[in-house]
T-cell receptor, first 114, second 110 residues
């Protein structure tokens, strides 16, 4: 069976500090991978998605970046965090590009920037 | 770009039927998905419609009208555990991605 891992579960970081969130998927190969951010009480905002190693599509211009160094690893980074970066960060995967309608989400990372 | 509209909050009693509507404006539409998210948890997939009509999965059904850019999620025999946020999401971008609505918070009361 497939499993998706995200860490850390919670994170408190000062403004201006760097960020690295990691997501890994087990039990499948060549998945589509996604990073979302959810502000409190709001919907999910798609940040990045990837259809393969080294292929990243950015949806929202901001101070975040993403990388996919391995088939089942997706990393979200920032060089300098802003207060507005606080939120619930969710990684997700789908079976293939055309299966994006059915995504499986990780447990998420709750980030507070102080 | 894409835009989706859902009611922000719906309240219903246990055992009742509730319908959550979703209207959308988008280009390159592939289909409409529905997700459930409990407080503090991750979203889970409920249903998907690519063609017009009704899809039934147990107590949950989803409907799509492509000509009206409209869909709904129907929850029957409501249970307390159904209290959660429900999101519609349009599949676009060549099928590669989902754009989510702002969500509807469903409260089920005794």
């Amino acid at each position: 069976s497939q499993t998706i891992h995200q860490w850390p579960a919670t994170l408190v970081q000062p403004v201006g500090s760097p960020l690295s969130l990691e997501c890994t998927v087990e039990g499948t190969s060549n998945p589509n991978l996604y990073w979302y951010r959810q502000a409190a009480g709001r919907g999910l905002q798609l940040l990045f998605y990837s259809v393969g190693i080294g292929q990243i599509s950015s949806e929202v211009p901001q101070n975040l970046s993403a990388s996919r160094p391995q088939d089942r690893q997706f990393i979200l980074s920032s060089k300098k965090l802003l207060l507005s970066d606080s939120g619930f960060y969710l990684c997700a995967w789908s079976v293939d590009p055309w299966g994006a309608y059915e995504q499986y989400f990780g447990p998420g990372t709750r980030l507070t920037v102080t | 770009g894409q835009s989706l509209e859902q009611p922000s909050e719906v309240t219903a009693v246990e055992g009742a039927i509730v319908q959550i509507n979703c209207t959308y404006q988008t280009s390159g539409f592939y289909g409409l998905s529905w997700y459930q998210q409990h407080d503090g948890g991750a979203p889970t997939f409920l249903s998907y419609n690519a063609l017009d009509g009704l899809e039934e999965t147990g107590r949950f059904s989803s409907f799509l009208s492509r000509s009206d850019s409209y869909g709904y999620l129907l929850l029957q025999e409501l249970q307390m555990k159904d209290s959660a946020s429900y999101f519609c999401a349009v599949q676009t971008g060549g099928g590669n991605k989902l754009t989510f609505g702002t969500g509807t918070q469903l409260k089920v009361e005794l």
